[in-house]
């Protein structure tokens, strides 16, 4: 055993502790008692605590935190995945004027920081009436999170062959029967890799949802752990617990389904 270990993968492990090392101590010291965190914070627990979880589920608010997070999410995974297949296929497989100029404007788009948009929106939303509001946010991140899936998406229909394509169309059907029907069965994966990874950026999303979001009943799960931090800034157990309770269900996610996360991926680079 010895005799296969590489020093190259010394950096590796280094790596891996350095990532999952905070997730370790956080979860550690979510199961302690307040009076073992002061003598042990760097330790494991002697004693298990879980009803650490439910304390800080109750006081922190989070049954309405996680609605929000989950309204939020599964109305910009609908959104984007209509929209960013619709632009995807059209600039993969119709020919027409612009449509390189389109993806420069996109790949533009994509290099801008979203910060700088944060004062002309927050002016533009108070005259619509769109501030503080899930409907606002969840306009700011489809239009934030469209153009770099409308890539993705994209990559994964240049490889779909154009002959496929146009037996479908001597067959009688229409460009939209062929995206329902052909197009999206046979990119899937892409499909899932989309959601995914619209899922995880909703959910961890705090820049725009702290701007926008204010009235505490409309905080999203990322936004309602920086307020209880400032509730219980002194009870290092239960934010914790408040935070093994904000990542945990996006890491069971990413878990079970990181194969098919990695292989959409690197499937749609590689046609691309």
């Not at 296969?4 to 990532?19: Q, S, V």
């Not at 589920?57 to 960013?84: D, E, H, K, P, R």
Request: with cysteine; charged share 15%.
């Amino acid at each position: 055993m010895l005799k296969r270990f590489d020093w190259r993968h010394i950096p590796l492990l280094l790596f891996t502790a350095f990532a999952i090392g905070p997730l370790v101590l956080i979860f550690s010291n979510s199961l302690k008692s307040k009076e073992e965190f002061g003598e042990n914070p760097l330790g494991f627990p002697k004693e298990l605590h879980f009803e650490n979880f439910a304390e800080a589920w109750v006081v922190g608010g989070y049954g309405q935190a996680f609605t929000n997070s989950l309204i939020v999410a599964v109305s910009c995974i609908v959104i984007i995945c209509i929209s960013a297949s619709l632009a995807a296929y059209a600039l993969a497989k119709v020919r027409f004027r612009f449509s390189n100029s389109i993806l420069g404007f996109l790949l533009l788009v994509m290099s801008i920081p979203m910060g700088l948009f944060l004062v002309p929106l927050f002016y533009v939303y108070q005259n619509l009436g769109l501030m503080d509001s899930l409907l606002g946010i969840i306009i700011i991140y489809s239009a934030i999170f469209l153009p770099f899936n409308i890539f993705l998406l994209r990559s994964f229909f240049v490889s779909i062959p154009d002959e496929l394509l146009d037996s479908a169309r001597v067959d009688g059907c229409n460009e939209f029967q062929i995206l329902t029907k052909v197009v999206f069965p046979l990119a899937l994966p892409a499909f899932l890799t989309v959601m995914l990874l619209v899922g995880l950026w909703t959910w961890n999303e705090f820049f725009f949802a702290n701007a926008f979001l204010q009235t505490e009943e409309l905080k999203t799960v990322a936004t309602k752990y920086l307020a209880f931090t400032g509730r219980f800034g002194n009870d290092w157990r239960l934010i914790s617990a408040a935070g093994v309770i904000t990542v945990m269900p996006i890491l069971l996610l990413f878990v079970f389904l990181q194969r098919k996360f990695i292989e959409g991926l690197t499937e749609g680079s590689v046609k691309g």
